[in-house]
Each structure stands twice: as C-alpha cells, then as structure tokens.
C-alpha cells in the first residue's frame, strides 16, 4: 500500500536558522512528490514537485527537495527561514494514474524571532 | 481565471440535517477532486471526477456522502443526516489530466461544523 510520514509533527526554529522537514513514503510503483503549504484558514500551495529528472527539485520562496530513492526520502530544506514561514507543511505521494493525492499527517513549522 | 472557489467557506449545522458544498475547478481542467481535513491531520483523499464521470470514491465516503459533478463543471458534495464526526475542512482540487505537471490546484476550502 502507498504511504507517507512525516516524521516531525511540531519543528520550532529560530528565524533566519537552516530547517529541515522529513518525509519518508512507500510505495512499489512510479512516485511522483509534492510538498505543499497550508497557511491558517486557506487551502493548499504547491511548494514543490518531483516527477522525473534531477534528484534536488526547487521550489518557490527559497525551498528546496532531495528525492532519495534508496531511502524513500523526499525531505524538504530551507537554508534561512524568515517569520512568514510559520505554516502547516505537507508531504504527499502522487498517483500516476488517477493523480490523487496521498498526504503526510503533516509538520507545524514554528519560527520564532 | 480567478482559481478554484469553493462556497460556502464556512457551514455550522445541527446534527442530522443535510448540508451541500459546491466547488468550482478552473475552467479548462477536467479532473476535480474531494478531500477531507480533520483538525491536525493532513487532507484524505475522498472522490474524484473525471469530467462529468465519477471515477473512484474512497471507503471514507459512506453512503451519507454523494457528490456529483453535472456537464463537467462544478461539482456539489452532499451530506445527508449529518454527524458530529463530519466537522472537517473539505478541499476541493482540480487538475488538467492532460498536463504533464500532475499539479493539483487547490480551493480555498469548506470548513463544516456539526452541533
């Protein structure tokens, strides 16, 4: 079955300090790799994808992703975090097929001054 | 093209009465999704169409759950006989099947509470 886990719930951070949030997933068949963000009240924003090609994928407002696939890992990075980062972040396998989403159960960044 | 919108944002309802969201996809993409988001949980993935055609309906969606998608367009979900463990966030997504990106984009969101 297709998985995926977010091994952090909670990640506090000091701004401008390097962060990295952990995913790991499961799966027997082609991945395809989103990281997406949730502000409080507003839907989803794609942050970043992998579908084929180079390992290291960036994304937009200075993330970026390294798709393992000897680890099943797709771990996202920022090298500085600013106060606007503070947000609900989350990992989800694609299907190739139906292109439904399976998401992590997610990671609070919490980025303090 | 303004992205998806969902209406209402918010819904509070008394137990056992039905409720209806209504989702609109951006315009030229032909698949839509549901999903559900309970507090602290990531969203779960319920139904999809593809076109007007219902194409996969999680085991989530018990039969108190319809959603239709009539002429392609907007979509509705429907809760009949709400319970208290419905209150969630429900997500509507669309997609372009025929784009090569696989990105799903994402409304704003339909935040349902039931008393």
């Known amino acids: 079955a297709q998985s995926v886990t977010q091994l952090d719930s909670q990640v506090p951070v000091f701004e401008e300090a390097p962060v990295e949030l952990r995913c790991n997933y499961s799966s027997s068949v082609s991945v395809y790799l989103f990281w997406y963000v949730q502000y409080p009240n507003q839907g989803l924003q794609l942050l970043l994808k992998?579908?084929?090609?180079?390992?290291l994928v960036k994304g937009i407002n200075g993330f970026e992703a390294e798709f393992n696939k000897s680890q099943t890992s797709f771990h996202l990075r920022k090298p500085s975090v600013h106060i606007s980062d503070t947000a609900e972040y989350f990992c989800a396998f694609g299907s190739s097929n139906t292109g439904k989403l399976i998401f992590g159960q997610g990671t609070t960044l919490q980025v303090k001054p | 093209d303004t992205g998806v919108s969902q209406d209402p944002r918010h819904k509070i309802t008394k137990r056992g009465q039905n409720v209806t969201f209504r989702c609109d996809p951006i315009s030229e993409h032909n698949r839509l999704y549901w999903y559900r988001q309970t507090l602290g949980q990531g969203p779960e993935f319920l139904t999809y169409?593809?076109?007007?055609?219902?194409?996969?309906k999680s085991r989530l969606l018990s039969d108190r759950f319809s959603a239709e998608r009539p002429k392609g367009s907007f979509s509705t979900l429907e809760i009949q006989r709400t319970e208290q463990g419905d209150s969630a966030m429900y997500l509507c997504a669309s997609s372009n099947r025929d784009s090569i990106d696989y990105e799903q984009y994402f409304g704003p969101g339909t935040r349902l509470t039931v008393t």
């Open positions: 169409f593809q076109n007007e055609a219902q194409l996969e």
């Open positions: 992998y579908l084929s090609g180079s390992t």
